[in-house]
């Protein structure tokens, strides 16, 4: 994976974050105002995983950047 692929990851698994937490909001919004009593199960986001890809993304920069230097 190139590094622009990598930060494009990052981005969209942020972005999954950001959604993710929107639709629980609203859920509970909808279940206090129509007084409903729905159980509704959501996927568990692992938020550690964002710093492991950051470090991956500085990693390969680092990796690239050494790799110009001697060329």
């Known amino acids: 994976m190139t590094i622009k692929d990598a930060k494009r990851a990052l981005i969209i698994y942020l972005n999954f974050i950001k959604i993710n937490k929107e639709i629980r909001q609203m859920a509970q919004i909808i279940n206090k105002e129509f007084r409903l009593n729905l159980k509704i199960e959501f996927y568990d986001v692992d938020t550690s995983i964002v710093d ?14 050494s790799k110009k230097r001697t060329s």
């Open 52 to 65: 492991t890809m950051r470090a991956k993304i500085e990693g390969k920069k680092s990796s690239g950047e």
